[in-house]
């Protein structure tokens, strides 16, 4: 019975969709920019909605994703900013309009990076309109 129990809340939770972290519309947003258009002028930034777990000393690699309307034909230029004892690297910090959407953000942590959550801000610049951004949530744990 108590492998049954187990199976059945192991079968719901699968069936819970995972949630993406998504950034507010960059581009287009202003209201009245043609008939329907709804967000096809606008991009949005896609990051891990869970916490990327790093021990002090290490690092890791994420990946993001832009997803484009279907209007949206512009370059976005990519930063990143973390706070004091992370250092970042995006793998490329100019997305062209014919290029794939993934890219990395590598995130090390110094060996004296403050143990705890922190968040690394990823903000998409189009050629005109606005930007966005994105928080990528960090989880620094100490190294023994």
Do not use: W, Y
Not at 38 to 54: D, V
Not at 76 to 91: H, I
């Amino acid at each position: 019975m108590k492998n049954m129990l187990c199976v059945a809340a192991v079968a719901v939770a699968a069936m819970i969709p995972v949630a993406c972290n998504n950034s507010p519309p960059g581009g287009n947003t202003a209201a009245g920019t043609g008939v329907g258009s709804g967000n096809k002028g606008t991009f949005t930034i896609k990051a891990p909605e869970m916490s990327t777990t790093i021990k002090q000393g290490d690092r890791q690699t994420v990946k993001l994703s832009l997803s484009r309307g279907s209007e949206f034909k512009q370059s976005v230029k990519l930063e990143a900013s973390a706070p004091t004892g992370l250092k970042v690297d995006l793998g490329t910090k100019h997305v062209a309009a014919s290029d794939p959407t993934e890219f990395t953000l590598t995130i090390e942590a110094d060996k004296t990076a403050a143990i705890g959550e922190s968040v690394v801000k990823v903000t998409g610049t189009p050629d005109t309109g606005t930007a966005t951004s994105v928080d990528v949530k960090v989880k620094v744990e100490e190294k023994k």
